[in-house]
Nanobody, 118 residues
């Protein structure tokens, strides 16, 4: 069994900051990439940021310069530091990880709501 548990969402005013965390637990060999996605009402789920096991990162254009993804391999945890938040960042944020057990597959967290008020 593998679980991803997110925390850190909430309500913040425009221009504010939040930090999301996602911890993986269970029995597995290794975590390959970890990432954050988001889904706003009426829109498709979209990639926000990814970080590989080696620390390489990739960001959506809409969050570059404002969001920072990082991971703590010892804690099997990925973080998303969000600054200069905008109302259009409002969405449910989901953690995803590619995890190797008997082969590799994607696992998703349950999602955490981020609401940015204007």
């Amino acid at each position: 069994q593998v679980q991803l548990v997110e925390s850190g969402g909430g309500l913040v005013q425009a221009g504010g900051s939040l930090r999301l965390s996602c911890a993986a637990s269970g029995s597995f060999l290794r975590i390959n990439y970890m990432g954050w996605y988001r889904q706003a009402p009426g829109k498709q789920r979209e990639l926000v940021a990814l970080v590989t096991s080696g620390g390489s990162t990739n960001y959506a254009d809409s969050v570059k310069g404002r969001f920072t993804i990082s991971r703590d391999n010892a804690k099997n945890t990925v973080y998303l530091q969000m600054t200069s938040l905008k109302p259009e960042d409002t969405a449910v944020y989901y953690c995803k990880a590619d995890i190797s057990r008997f082969g590799s597959r994607d696992y998703w967290g349950q999602g955490t709501q981020v609401t940015v008020s204007s």
